[in-house]
């Protein structure tokens, strides 16, 4: 099975793909789709353009996004939910399934903080699939809303907890407690 991981934005939109066919999440790919339209209406139809294209060429069968989160710029956040409605109204006309998860929840699941940044978020990432640079922002928050849909469908809180050493694996799960 192909998730797609979305973080949305009116400049870029990142993407994410991992297949969740095995008991640990593969990397497919991941990026960001550059908006460089000047009307609104224009880099919406970039964003739905951009992940028609992922979608087109990937076959996720299920994708998530973050959900909306209050802003102090009303604006940014307008813009943001825009973009955000796009994406999930592409990945409806594709007949995909779509998962929605609090920001605070995926840097919980991805990183053992809710509070986390995104530097963590990114080394967790490149960690967890084993990538061998860390990935851009956008592509990395993306990947990150992915791996919160899998492990949640997995019924895991959080990830595993990192190696201690290459020789031993922790098998434990730390849990949350909200």
Sequence with gaps: MILLGIDPGSRRTGFGVIDISSRSPRYVASGCIKIDASTLAQKLAQVYAGVAEVIAQHAPNE??????????????????????GTAIVCAANHGLDVHEYAARRIKQVVT?????????VQHMVQSTLKLSGLPQEDAADALAIALTHFFSCR????????????????????????
């Design 63 to 84: 994708m998530a996004i973050e959900q909306v989160f209050l802003s102090k710029n009303a604006d940014s956040a307008l813009k943001l939910g825009q973009a955000r």
């Design 112 to 120: 053992g903080n809710g509070g986390a940044d995104k530097t963590q």
């Design 155 to 178: 019924g895991a809180v959080t990830m595993p907890a990192p190696a201690r050493s290459t020789k031993q694996r922790s098998s434990s799960w730390r849990h949350y407690r909200p």
